[in-house]
Structure formats: structure tokens, C-alpha cells
């Protein structure tokens, strides 16, 4: 039990900040190219496409942590 829960939070610590750096790099990428003049939070374009990309892609990458994790924990008890 003690080994899911601690699977879960690093996996979801590690995937939290991946999710957030491929959030606001796809995100910056999307404003840059396609919405230059869209606003959010008082920033315009790829700035504002990026932070709304870092605040989808960061819950995203730690739930799916969560759940990498949980089942990686599951699986190495089932082998030994």
C-alpha cells in the first residue's frame, strides 16, 4: 500500500513537469502560429496560448503520473 502511494506522488511530481513544459510549448506554439491575437490574463498571442497550455497540460500530466504510477507499483508486486 505504502509503495502505490509513493509511486503515485513521484510519478505524479515527475509528470506534473513534463505536462506543464509540453503544455506551454505546445500552447506557445499554437498562439505564435495560428492565434496572434487572442488575449488571457492581459498577455496576447503566444504568451497568453502558453499559460492557458501550462494550465491544461500540468493536471493532465499529473493525474496520468498518478495512474503510471499506481499500476507500475501494482505490477512489480505482482511479480516478486
Known amino acids: 500500500m505504502i509503495r502505490k502511494i509513493l509511486y503515485g506522488i513521484v510519478g505524479s511530481v515527475f509528470f506534473l513537469i513534463v505536462g506543464l513544459i ?4 505546445v500552447g506557445s506554439f499554437i498562439g505564435g502560429n495560428f492565434m496572434m491575437d487572442f488575449e488571457f490574463a492581459g498577455n496576447r498571442g503566444y504568451e497568453a ?7 491544461v497540460g500540468g493536471p493532465m500530466g499529473a493525474i496520468a503520473g498518478i495512474i503510471i504510477g499506481v499500476s507500475f507499483a ?6 516478486q
Open 22 to 25: 509540453v503544455g506551454l510549448i
Open 49 to 55: 496560448t502558453g499559460i492557458i497550455g501550462a494550465m
Open 74 to 79: 501494482s505490477r512489480n508486486v505482482r511479480n
